[in-house]
């Protein structure tokens, strides 16, 4: 069912590249008109994506920001995975102004996320 579980069922099992280039520029017009930021966490050598970062306004009532990550497959569990797990939490308190800013599938459940009253 994807990193995103029953939210978003992303990524689909069956994505292609051009559903993929789609996806991405739908998130660069978003990132254009300041609506959400997203991360990608690189090699050193910067040629593979390892993981990425997603802040977005809310879409559930109770916070200002909502903040979800990934790694790919291969590092999940591993200690790069840990170490982003600990990173992003610190990064947002650290230099972005939410006051109360909510980790989805990390502070709260996929499932407890969907059940939240949608944001006005």
């Known amino acids: 069912m994807g990193i995103f579980g029953p939210a978003w069922a992303w990524p689909p099992e069956t994505m292609t590249y051009e559903q993929n280039r789609t996806d991405l520029r739908r998130h660069e017009k978003e ?3 300041h609506q959400s930021f997203n991360y990608a966490l690189l090699d050193e050598e910067e040629t593979r994506i390892l993981g990425c970062v997603y802040i977005d306004p809310p879409e559930r009532s109770g916070s200002d920001g909502e903040v979800s990550w990934w790694v790919v497959d291969d590092l999940v569990g591993g200690e790069l ?5 600990a990173l992003v939490p610190r990064w947002i308190a650290a230099y972005w102004p939410f006051q109360q800013p909510r980790y989805l599938g990390r502070d709260i ?3 407890d996320w969907l059940a939240l009253p949608r944001a006005s």
């Open 81 to 85: 995975e840990r170490a982003f797990d």
């Open 109 to 111: 459940s996929w499932r």
């Open 31 to 33: 990132i254009a008109a």
